[in-house]
């Protein structure tokens, strides 16, 4: 007679190294950074646009810790490049896109270039995932980066913290906007389209 077991909701939770709990905690700050930006979109306070940038900048911490934790423990597994890619996804792909579009990138072509940043960080990550074992040569640290990282664009959000402090949003963005066909584009966004593209060249980085 065959015994059935009940099953138990945690069993994959017990499966997490420590590394994986600062993935998920990278995750868990670029959401708050996101909720920021929903609420200075209600209230118009600008301390929310500073808490989104901590956030983001809370969520680079956690995940270099992630991969030093990993590495000093030796235990990586597929599952935690996955929580990796998909918190990175979350904090330095999501959440900067929609603290530039809280912050007045709001034209039809602000968006979308906003959605091609993310589009660019999500090929970025997938990209890197099936090549890593590849670039690390066996050793099971990569060397090089192909494009830029995803959290450079922190970079992004810590300029769009400085717009805010010097009051910078909505119509006073800096640069200004341009009509173009009838829609909006505001040429700051672009920084936005040549970061995302950087990610996805095929231009070495050294991993240090």
């Known amino acids: 007679m065959m015994i059935h077991r009940p099953h138990n909701p945690f069993s994959m939770i017990r499966e997490f190294h420590l590394a994986d709990w600062f993935t998920l905690a990278n995750a868990v ?20 646009v500073y808490f989104a940038g901590g956030m983001v900048f809370a969520a680079l911490v956690f995940d270099v810790l992630d991969g030093r934790i990993a590495r000093w423990r030796q235990k990586t597994s597929a599952i935690g490049r996955e929580l990796d890619s998909l918190a990175d996804v979350i904090s330095f792909g999501v959440a900067p896109a929609v603290i530039g579009y809280g912050c007045g990138m709001q034209g039809l072509y602000d968006r979308i270039v906003l959605a091609y940043f993310v589009a660019c960080g999500v090929s970025r990550l997938a990209r890197y995932n099936i090549t890593a074992e590849a670039l690390s040569d066996g050793g099971g640290k990569v060397k090089y980066f192909e494009g830029t990282p995803i959290p450079t664009s922190l970079l992004l959000v810590m300029l769009m913290v400085g717009a805010a402090s010097q009051g910078a949003l909505g119509e006073s963005l800096w640069f200004g906007q341009v009509m173009f066909a009838g829609f909006t584009l505001h040429p700051m966004v672009l920084l936005f389209a040549i970061s995302g593209s950087l990610m996805v060249s095929r231009i070495r980085f050294p991993k240090l």
């Open 29 to 48: 700050c670029g959401t708050g950074a996101l909720f920021s930006m929903l609420t200075y979109l209600q209230t118009t306070d600008v301390r929310h």
